[in-house]
């Protein structure tokens, strides 16, 4: 409850902050009764309660940018739809809590003169609630909402952050959902699915209140819910930018799958949203946080064995599914943006470079049936590093291939499993490396130190910009595949 009334009276205080600089316009600053239906549905609002629903005329300029409305509600349990000028906001969240709710109010929707605000009942059941308290900010929703973080969190730091996953699929159900019931320092808080029989399922595996459950088209109302601290974009490699900026602009911190994204533009648009906001962006990377990936990247960086003369790295499976995205072009198909993203980091840790060209590159298929108009499902590619290093990468939806070897002037490093969920181990003359732990062990240990990044306002661990390094190598190895020449990255 501490929590809560910080929350409330902070979001308060800075309505009085923007007014006192001349950015708002009260439009009310009282409470009202509002009913649904012909009897009270509680005692306290038996002689309260006298209209259905609450209509205010105000004098504003036209907007010819983003304005944000704020607005207190409480005792919320059916739908009601928040006009301006006839046109939709959005609907009062939910919940039965007092909390302060936001709306995005698009350019040009307000008008020069008279201007309607209306909030009115859209469900047929009893319902009384308590709203008021309306302000029009002329900064946007983001910034509204990051200037009301910055004070929350100097004051009132949390020690668990919520967390809601976007997409229910494998990924989530399987790993992620069970690694944050193992989690110090983040929870499962909500979750955002198109499907709505998925909701209720997890709603009642993990008791997920109805508040904290999003669909695709309720996705911004995020934004008005202190439980959602990070949203974890775990969709299709073509619905991350979107995701994450959206993410980003309801004023929450993004972690996102690989690969990042389709090309190195939308990386780039991501990273700037974020950056925008004030947000923390970090990519799904788990190998980064993994004990046995960090001994023997410590060997290479420090010289241990001596310079790394050449390496070499596959990844693959062999992928049954035949009408997922991974086949799907435009949702960002093809195995070089999925398991290809492994094999163009062991190269990049295997020898502690960043490369500086791709020397020659291929893509093929055995099933054309399948993986359509030239979407690879085998890839191979040299790349080269300076000081005339090369790095020789395979990956594959067509075998079985999971290693990191890395040639050393002391000696070799043999990583095998290399990419997998457990069971990672390193063998060099230095001795084995072998630190034991049980899936979903990986993705646990990545979102507590994520977590503990944003608590502790530290840098990431896999920030944007390394998601972002990845796929410029993704689109120079696609065009060297094309050309059949030397690419420079």
């Not at 967390?163 to 193992?182: E, H, I």
């Not at 993410?247 to 929450?252: H, R």
């Not at 979102?447 to 410029?472: A, T, Y």
């Amino acid at each position: 409850m501490r929590q809560k009334l910080y929350y409330i009276f902070l979001i308060l205080l800075v309505g009085f902050i923007h007014q006192a600089n001349g950015q708002t316009h009260v439009l009310d600053n009282s409470m009202h009764n509002l009913r649904n239906g012909n009897q009270p549905e509680w005692e306290e609002f038996l002689n309260k309660a006298s209209i259905k629903e609450l209509i205010i005329h105000f004098d504003e300029q036209e907007n010819l940018s983003e304005q944000t409305l704020q607005l207190r509600q409480y005792d919320v349990k059916h739908s009601w739809q928040v006009l301006l000028n006839g046109q939709k906001l959005g609907t009062l969240i939910t919940d039965g809590n007092d909390m302060n709710v936001y709306f995005v109010i698009p350019p040009k929707v307000l008008i020069s003169g008279q201007n309607t605000l209306s909030i009115i009942p859209t469900s047929a059941e009893l319902d009384d609630i308590l709203v008021g308290r309306i302000i029009l900010h002329k900064p946007t929703r983001s910034e509204v909402l990051n200037e009301a973080k910055v004070e929350l969190e100097v004051v009132n730091k949390k020690d668990r952050l919520g967390v809601a996953l976007v997409g229910l699929g494998y990924y989530s159900t399987d790993l992620l959902a069970p690694a944050l019931q193992q989690t110090k320092n983040c929870y499962l808080a909500g979750i955002v699915t198109g499907t709505p029989s998925k909701a209720e399922v997890w709603k009642k595996k993990y008791n997920i209140p109805d508040k904290n459950i999003y669909n695709y088209q309720t996705f911004d109302q995020l934004a008005n819910n202190p439980d959602i601290d990070v949203v974890y974009v775990v969709l299709p490699p073509s619905m991350h930018k979107e995701y994450v900026i959206r993410a980003a602009n309801a004023g929450k911190h993004v972690w996102c799958e690989k690969p990042m994204a389709i090309t190195a533009a939308e990386c780039q648009a991501m990273i700037d949203a974020c950056k925008k906001n004030k947000k923390k962006l970090a990519i799904g990377y788990r190998l980064h946080h993994e004990p046995n990936t960090q001994e023997y990247t410590r060997i290479i960086n420090q010289k241990l064995l001596g310079k790394i003369r050449k390496a070499s790295c596959g990844a693959g499976y062999t992928e049954n599914r035949t009408n997922h995205w991974k086949q799907n072009k435009a949702l960002g198909g093809g195995v070089l943006y999925d398991m290809g993203v492994y094999a163009i980091q062991g190269a990049r840790l295997g020898t502690g470079m960043e490369p500086i060209a791709i020397v020659s590159a291929k893509t093929s298929t055995n099933r054309p049936e399948v993986y359509k108009n030239g979407l690879d499902e085998t890839t191979i590619a040299t790349l080269e590093f300076n000081g005339g290093i090369m790095a020789d990468i395979k990956t594959s939806f067509g075998e079985n291939i999971n290693y990191l070897n890395i040639d050393c002037e002391k000696g070799e490093i043999k990583v095998k499993p290399y990419q997998s969920y457990s069971g990672v181990k390193v063998i060099s003359p230095l001795g084995e490396i072998n630190h034991p732990y049980q899936v979903p062990w990986q993705q646990a240990k990545q979102m507590d130190d994520d977590s503990l990044s944003i608590m502790q306002n530290k840098p990431m661990l896999v920030p944007g910009e390394e998601g972002l390094r990845d796929i410029r190598i993704v689109e120079a190895i696609y065009k060297s595949a094309g050309t059949g020449q030397r690419v420079k990255i």
